[in-house]
């Protein structure tokens, strides 16, 4: 009697019917909405798209997923940056003020000489004629360092700052009022000897008191005899004023980036599976 003889007699057929054995289904976590978008397409369930659609699908998700990571350690570097320098801001601030509470300082005038220009250089008699900037208060006078002349376009990149003492808008009283209204006088003047060396060439007279401020203002001056000044200016009447304002600046900016970053974090939940999240 053969083995498969045997067999059959006990069972009644051959071969012998071996059925697969049947496994209980395990239990799957949730995935993220847009996963379970991409789940979908990937097991052909989602509608008529086939292969295209689900590739399609899945690399949009990618690059979407790329993009707010990049975007994440942007924000998150901007929010580092902005706390350190409100961090130093805050600390010139507490300096600035303790310097204030043992002296009074004297307002100042910064003026930023950027460009001068002459609409017809060859036609003035100017090109190549040294000259110089001066600035004229009720009290003071300051001017450049050195002489410039004009190149061959009738124009000078300036870029020197010339800083003029302004008393008469000292605060009187503790009040935070100003004794008067100042102005002060931008001249062009020539550099190149003879009795007229000093004579101004152009000048313009402008006022203060849109400066209270103390922040830097842009100012292009048309002066006579077709010239042309770029200037920024900017009076200090308190340093301690000046840095308050920086911090609020920072303050503001921080306060605007931190948003940013959180609802960026928010989309990156949504699309990025928190393994991924959590890992360093």
């Known amino acids: 009697v053969s083995i498969g003889s045997s067999i059959c007699s006990r069972s009644g057929r051959w071969p012998p019917r071996v059925g697969p054995r049947r496994l209980r289904p395990r239990a799957r976590a949730p995935l993220p909405p847009a996963m379970r978008t991409s789940s979908l397409l990937h097991s052909g369930r989602g509608g008529g798209g086939g292969a295209p659609a689900m590739m399609m699908a899945s690399a949009a998700l990618l690059h979407s997923g790329r993009d707010l990571l990049s975007e994440f350690d942007r924000l998150e570097q901007e929010v ?32 930023r000489v950027l460009t001068v220009e002459h609409d017809m250089p060859q036609a003035s008699g100017c090109r190549g004629r040294p000259l110089r900037i001066r600035v004229e208060s009720e009290s003071h006078i300051t001017s450049s360092a050195a002489p410039r002349k004009l190149d061959d376009s009738g124009q000078i990149l300036w870029q020197e700052t010339l800083a003029l003492p302004l008393p008469e808008e000292q605060p009187h009283d503790g009040a ?67 840095v308050r304002g920086q911090v609020a600046e920072l303050e503001a900016r921080l306060r605007k980036s931190r948003e940013a970053l959180a609802l960026c974090g ?9 393994a991924v999240l959590a890992s360093p």
């Not at 580092?80 to 004297?106: G, I, K, N, P, Y």
């Open 266 to 274: 928010e989309k990156l939940r949504d699309v990025v599976p928190p």
């Open 176 to 242: 935070g009022g100003h004794s008067s209204s100042a102005t002060v006088r931008i001249a062009l003047v020539g550099d190149g000897g003879g009795s007229d060396a000093s004579a101004p060439l152009a000048w313009q007279t402008l006022p203060v008191a849109d400066l209270r401020n103390q922040k830097a203002v842009h100012r292009l001056c048309n002066l006579q005899g077709g010239w042309r000044l770029s200037l920024a200016l900017q009076l200090k009447l308190s340093a301690a004023g000046m």
């Open 80 to 111: 580092l940056v902005l706390q350190e320098l409100r961090r130093v801001a805050q600390e010139q601030l507490r300096l600035a003020s303790d310097a204030e509470a043992r002296r009074r300082e004297v307002p100042e005038l910064w003026v």
